[in-house]
């Protein structure tokens, strides 16, 4: 690989690379060591093309959830089964491994500017803007780097676009799959709202179980399908469609409505 060979985004690979190898390197007690990770379904990526992949998931801090799919991601590839142990993985990791973040999110310090160049595709809320509601037209630029990452590898989103637990998943995310028809793999992740602070920098709290399950690809009728129901099978995958509010006890939401209240205190 040459020295300055670049991404379809302008991004030098081998920066790329040092830059994940440094992060991880940093990052990875926050995963096993401070707190553990749990993980399930490793195997499944391996059966992923190298192109064309979505992932999906819940969200519940800026950065640490992210930050765990590339250790999860890269440790699979390199033959580990549900663990993150020994991180020699982090020597050749996967380059053409992108994740869409809200671009004020992107921007708002030295060290996100840092992690957007591992793989960041900023993106312009449509809704929502430094904490106040709006009503923006959709970028159809942001939309087109979607598919271009889509076309180069892997692709991670967060549908609800916010940290807050279920929220609606935004119909972007339905348009997207079916302008670029990706394999849709969901994600569902826990214990990373508990562990870390809200941007996902500062750890809150240790000895917290996190938990990581990758799930087998949805089976979606791309041309079919409406937006709708892809919408409702994208809550139901992540588990933030409203019925699963049903089947949690009301002790766990009372403490979890207290957290919420704590970090508002906070920040």
């Known amino acids: 690989m040459g020295l300055f060979k670049t ?3 302008g991004h030098i690979l ?16 926050r995963y096993r060591g401070f707190n553990e990770l749990q993980i399930e379904g490793s ?13 999906v998931s819940n969200h519940q801090t800026y950065f640490a959830d992210v930050v765990s799919m590339f250790h999860v991601f890269n440790a699979s590839l390199s033959g580990r089964d549900d663990s993150i142990k020994n991180i020699g993985y982090l020597w050749n990791p996967k380059l053409n491994l992108y994740y869409v973040a809200a671009g004020e999110t992107m921007r708002s310090g030295l060290l996100p ?13 449509t809704w929502r803007e430094k904490g106040k509601e709006i009503d923006r037209q959709v970028n159809f630029q942001d939309t087109e780097n979607i598919g271009i990452a889509l076309e180069d590898g892997w692709v991670i989103t967060f549908p609800q676009g916010t940290t807050k637990p279920w929220k609606p998943i935004r119909k972007g995310t339905a348009h997207i799959i079916k302008q670029y028809k990706p394999i849709v793999v969901p994600i569902v992740i826990d214990g990373f709202r508990r562990s870390f602070d809200k941007k996902g ?12 399950e990758i799930k087998e690809p949805l ?12 919408v409702e099978q994208l809550e139901y995958a992540i588990e933030q469609h409203p019925s699963f509010l049903k089947v949690i006890p009301i002790e766990e939401l ?11 205190w906070e920040y």
Do not use: C, M
């Open 7 to 9: 991404n379809p985004f």
């Open 14 to 29: 081998f920066l790329k690379r040092w830059l994940i190898r440094i992060a991880g390197a940093l990052t990875h007690r």
């Open 43 to 55: 195997e499944i990526l391996r059966d992923l093309p190298d192109t064309n992949v979505l992932f």
């Open 113 to 125: 500017r840092i992690l957007a160049y591992a793989g960041a595709i900023t993106v312009s809320r």
């Open 201 to 212: 920098l500062r750890i809150k709290k240790r000895n917290i179980l996190q938990t990581f």
């Open 219 to 230: 089976v979606i009728d791309y041309e079919n399908d409406s937006v709708e129901k892809i």
């Open 254 to 264: 009372e403490k979890e409505e207290e957290l919420n209240k704590k970090r508002q």
